[in-house]
Nanobody, 128 residues
Framework: QVQLVESGGGLVQAGGSLRLSCAASGRAFSDFIMAWFRQTPGKEREFVAA????????DSADSVKGRFSISRNNALNTVFLQMNSLKPEDSAVYYCAADGSSNYYSKNRKSENSYEYWGQGTQVTVSP
């Protein structure tokens, strides 16, 4: 098992930047494919970005390409989401997720069903 704790959310003006962190504890962090999702009230959870165990493969949603980047530091047991050029529509609760049971390309990385473990989420609010 792994426990995930997100941090780094907050209030920022449009055009600003935030860096989210997700710290993992429990099983070896390098065992897990990691991802970020986000959710706004009344909507389904939306894929943001995913990264393979060693960080060699990444995917991101079209809506954040060129603005957000996912990275990981296995020595620190942490995955990051660097968010630049933020827009009001990026406002959401951001969750990190982990999958320790499959290969990176054996599942749809954009589906929340592909992940076994979830953090509690961190709120990001972007003001106009």
């Amino acid at each position: 098992q792994v426990q995930l704790v997100e941090s780094g959310g907050g209030l920022v003006q449009a055009g600003g930047s935030l860096r989210l962190s997700c710290a993992a504890s429990g099983r070896a962090f390098s065992d897990f494919i990691m991802a970020w999702f986000r959710q706004t009230p009344g909507k389904e959870r939306e894929f943001v970005a995913a990264i393979s165990r060693r960080g060699s493969d990444v995917d991101s949603a079209d809506s954040v390409k060129g603005r957000f980047s996912i990275s990981r530091n296995n020595a620190l047991n942490t995955v990051f989401l660097q968010m630049n050029s933020l827009k009001p529509e990026d406002s959401a609760v951001y969750y990190c997720a982990a999958d320790g049971s499959s290969n990176y390309y054996s599942k749809n990385r954009k589906s929340e069903n592909s992940y076994e473990y979830w953090g509690q989420g961190t709120q990001v609010t972007v003001s106009p």
